[in-house]
């Protein structure tokens, strides 16, 4: 009776410290991914600026927007954007501003880069987030049934596409889809977000908006949807295998059932951590996209300030862009914990 009652005391004792080490484990889980995020951070800030100095051209000649200039105006122009300081000076200038949520004025179009940015994000999330949506619900549905047709015609046509597109480089894509469909048949505009001088209010100008959203959101779509498609496939057919597969058929339950309720669920998480992973590449790697059909976001943003070189309006898309990514890749490591048991049982 003794014993009994000593084995008894142990066990609460045991589960009262698990507890705290879980919670403590969570803790020191996510402090590892947010100062890694923080490093990542830093170290995006100093590449983006010292990176764009080697760019060739002269910004100085860019502010001058091609008129003559005599070499005294070109002296008080580099004064009055810092550019007559020493490097390191310039770089602990941009550094005091960007802890004050600055980040310069842009060479280019004389305005603060955080208004700039303001005004072209907004094109570039409804640009970048359709695509997204339409790239998941397309990818993964397609994913599965090739999966579970697995030889069948369906199967070899999906992959087969899906790798074609997946391989296929993105500006070409693009420039084809204005060929074909802007050029030729002309259905749809050639770029742009609405049409020039169109005066369009309400649903007359959702509808000119999604016109001209139809070819770069299919250009992205057809570039992204290939790899959930192949990683959802993957995924599925390592569950196919499984033995509570064979339980669930034994119950009665039909197929469509089994992949549906059982299978799909579970293939399902190394594609949730695609998910974020992309969606942070989707909003950087729209600088492509904009660029191609002309679309006003931060993409397009970045290319004209390339062609300059505008140097503050470089540093602050290139410190957005880097931002969304390092955010959905620590946003990928914390889901992938929760919905992963064995991960969470570390």
Known sequence: MAEALSESDVVPARLDIDEPRRGSSWLYYIGMKAGGSVVSLIMVIVLGFFAFRILPGDPVRSLADGRQVTAEQMDILRRQY???QPLLGQFWRYLTDLFQGKLGASYTYNRPVMELIGDRIGPTLLLTGTAALLSVVLGLWLGQRAAWRRGSAFDKTQ??????????????????????????????????????????????????????????????????????????????????????????????????????????PNAMLPTVTLIFLTLGGLVGGAVTVETVFSWPGLGYLTFQALSAPDFPLLQGTFVVFSSIVIIMNFFADIVYRIIDPRLRAS
Do not use: C, N
Not at 206 to 214: F, L, P, Q, S
Not at 233 to 243: F, G, H, I, K
């Open 159 to 264: 992959t087969g596409l899906a790798l074609f597109f997946w391989s296929v480089p993105t500006f070409w894509l693009g420039l084809l889809m204005l060929l074909v469909f802007a050029g030729g048949l002309r259905w749809f505009p050639t770029g742009g977000m609405v049409t020039a001088g169109s005066t369009d209010t309400g649903l007359a100008m959702i509808v000119d908006v999604g016109r001209h959203m139809v070819l770069p959101v299919l250009t992205m779509v057809a570039v992204v949807y290939a790899q959930y498609l192949m990683v959802m496939r993957a995924s599925l057919l390592e569950e196919m295998s499984a033995d509570y597969l064979v339980t669930a058929r034994a119950k009665g339950l039909r197929e469509d059932e089994v992949r549906r309720r059982h299978a799909v």
């Open 82 to 84: 810092g550019l007559d």
